[in-house]
C-alpha cells in the first residue's frame, strides 16, 4: 500500500487508475512540455527567508476573492472533462470545494452541465467561458451562469486556438461515447470524436471558438451577464493594466499549465511586474505548477491573492473522486499552514515579498 503524503504521491495513484486516453490529456501540454517543467521549477529556484520569534501559535489562512471570503488563498481551476477521471466528474470536485469552503471555476467544457453543478449546496462557483464564434449562444450561456448562481465570469484570453499537443495527437485524444459536453448544446455539437492528425479536441475548439476576441469582449461579457469578470491567462504587465481599464475584476496569472505556446514564462516568473503594474486595483490570482504549501506562499509573498490548481484536482478526483479531491485540498493546506508558521506569518497579510531571498 502507497501511503499518501504529498500531491505527488496522489498523481502516482491516479496514474494507475485512470485510462491513457484520460492520462495523456491530462498530464500533457504544447510541444516539447518546457513551459509544465518551468512553472514547477521557477518555484523551487525561489529561496525562502524565514522569519523568527513571531508567536505563530494561532494562525488563519482565511482569504477574500471578489469580495467573498474563503477558508484559504488556495481554488480550484477550471479544468475540462473531470468525468473521465472519475464517474462523478465536475459534481465531485463541486462538493469538494464547498466543503472545504474554497472557489471552485467550472470550465466551459465540462462533462455536466453548468445547471447541475451549480445545484451542489454550498459551492461558490465561477464559471469559465470559451467564447463561442456564436455571440448569441455565448450570451445565454453566460446569462445561463448568472441565472444559476454563478459568482463570477472567468474569461480565458490564453487560447484563441488550441495549443499543439502531441500527447493528445499520439493518444488519438477522445471523449468516450457515454461522456458529452452539456454546455456546447445550444451549438448543437456536444461529443469530441477522434481525430486523424490533429487531436478531437483542437478540431472542435477550431470549429466553436473565436479567435477574434479583443479587449472589448471583457466589457460585454460584464454587461450581458451582470457580474465580474475574471481574465485568465495574463503573463505581461500591460495587458494587466489592460484588464483594469477594462474594468476586470481581477485576472489569474496563468500560461494554462504549459498547454498553449510552450516556452512561455513560468507564471510565479511573471507575476512580480504584474503586481507591481496593477497596484492592487483588482485581485490577482495565479496557477501553474502549484504543488506545495511554500509555492503558495511564494506565490502571496509576490503579490498574488490567491492561487489556483489545475492538474492535483484531477489527480485528486482519479484517485477518490470527491474524498480524494478534499485529500488535495487537505494536504496543501496543511502544508501552507505550516509553511506560514515557519516563516513566521500568523495571516495571509503577513506574508510579505521580505520572505523572498532575492
Ligand atoms: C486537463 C486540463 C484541462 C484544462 N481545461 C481548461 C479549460 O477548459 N479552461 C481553462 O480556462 N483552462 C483549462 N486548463 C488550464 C487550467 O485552468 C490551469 O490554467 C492549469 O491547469 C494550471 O496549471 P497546473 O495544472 O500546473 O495546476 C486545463 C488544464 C488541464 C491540465
Not at 448543437?188 to 477574434?212: C, M, W, Y
Amino acid at each position: 500500500m502507497t501511503t499518501i503524503i504529498n500531491l505527488n504521491d496522489i498523481e502516482r495513484k491516479a496514474a494507475e487508475q485512470i485510462s491513457h486516453n484520460a492520462h495523456e490529456y491530462y498530464v500533457g501540454g504544447g510541444a516539447d512540455e518546457i513551459t509544465i517543467a518551468e512553472n514547477k521549477r521557477a518555484f523551487q529556484e525561489i529561496s525562502l527567508l524565514p522569519r523568527v520569534l513571531r508567536n505563530v501559535s494561532h494562525r488563519s489562512l482565511e482569504t477574500s476573492l471578489l469580495g467573498q471570503t474563503f477558508a484559504m488563498p488556495i481554488g480550484i481551476a477550471p479544468t475540462a472533462m473531470q468525468r473521465l477521471a472519475h464517474t462523478d466528474g465536475e459534481l465531485a470536485t463541486a462538493r469538494a470545494a464547498a466543503a472545504m469552503n474554497v472557489p471552485m471555476i467550472l470550465s466551459t467544457t465540462s462533462t455536466i452541465a453548468l445547471e447541475d453543478v451549480a445545484r451542489v449546496k454550498g459551492v461558490s462557483l465561477w464559471f469559465q467561458v470559451y467564447v463561442y464564434k456564436d455571440r448569441e449562444a455565448t450570451r445565454e450561456l453566460a446569462q445561463r451562469a448568472a441565472q444559476n448562481g454563478c459568482k463570477a465570469l472567468v474569461l480565458t484570453v490564453d487560447t484563441p486556438y488550441l495549443g499543439k499537443r502531441e500527447r493528445e495527437i499520439r493518444s488519438g485524444f477522445h471523449l468516450p461515447p457515454n461522456m458529452e459536453l452539456p454546455n456546447y448544446r445550444a451549438l448543437g455539437t456536444t461529443s469530441v470524436s477522434q481525430g486523424k492528425e490533429e487531436s478531437g479536441l483542437a478540431r472542435h475548439f477550431t470549429e466553436n471558438i473565436d479567435p477574434a476576441l479583443t479587449w472589448k469582449d471583457v466589457e460585454w461579457l460584464r454587461t450581458v451577464s451582470g457580474l465580474p469578470v475574471v481574465v485568465k491567462g495574463i503573463l505581461r504587465s500591460d495587458d494587466a493594466t489592460m484588464a483594469v481599464e477594462h474594468g476586470a475584476a481581477g485576472i489569474i496569472v496563468s500560461n494554462h499549465g504549459g498547454r498553449q505556446v510552450d516556452t512561455a514564462l513560468a507564471t510565479i516568473r511573471a507575476l512580480p511586474a504584474i503586481a507591481e503594474a496593477v497596484e492592487n486595483r483588482l485581485d490577482i490570482m495565479l496557477d501553474g505548477g502549484v504543488r506545495r504549501g511554500t509555492d503558495v506562499l511564494k506565490a502571496l509573498a509576490l503579490g498574488a491573492k490567491a492561487v489556483f490548481l489545475g492538474r492535483p484536482v484531477l489527480w485528486g478526483l482519479g484517485y477518490d473522486g470527491e474524498q480524494g479531491v478534499k485529500r488535495v485540498l487537505e494536504i496543501l493546506r496543511d502544508e501552507f499552514d505550516l509553511a506560514m508558521a515557519l516563516c513566521g506569518c500568523r495571516n495571509v497579510a503577513e506574508i510579505t515579498r521580505d520572505l523572498l531571498y532575492e
